[in-house]
């Protein structure tokens, strides 16, 4: 079992950025995986947003943050992390990261395996 622990949250406003962080708690590694952030927005649906190979050469975005956002990965420091900028009203969720036991990443949901209890970010108007 692998428990995520996600961090960065908080309240910004419009056009400002914030850093989200996810690591492995107890010292499990996620480095040999895929990792994605996904986001739910109340009364919504969870939806995907960014995805990272293992070895962070490929990156997948959905199109709502395509040119904002950016999914990066430090494996050393076992961690993954999302750049937001440019932050908008819409983004308003609580952000989760998980991790799939592959080395891919994917915008599906179901081809993850672990995810982390999330954190919240509000974006004022």
């Known amino acids: 079992q692998v428990q995520l622990v996600e961090s960065g949250g908080g309240v910004v406003q419009a056009g400002g950025s914030l850093r989200l962080s996810c690591t492995a708690a107890s010292g499990r590694t996620f480095s040999r995986y895929g990792m994605g952030w996904f986001r739910q927005a109340p009364g919504k649906d969870r939806e995907f947003v960014a995805a990272?190979?293992?070895?962070?050469?490929?990156?997948d975005y959905s199109e709502s943050v395509k040119g904002r956002f950016t999914i990066s990965r430090d494996n050393a420091k076992n961690t993954v992390y999302l750049q937001m900028n440019n932050l908008k009203a819409e983004d308003t969720a609580v952000y989760y990261c998980?991790?799939?036991?592959?080395?891919?990443?994917?915008?599906?949901?179901?081809?993850?395996?672990?995810w982390g209890q999330g954190t919240q970010v509000t974006v004022s108007a």
């Open positions: 998980a991790v799939r036991r592959s080395v891919y990443g994917s915008s599906r949901l179901d081809d993850y395996d672990y």
């Open positions: 990272i190979t293992w070895s962070g050469v490929s990156t």
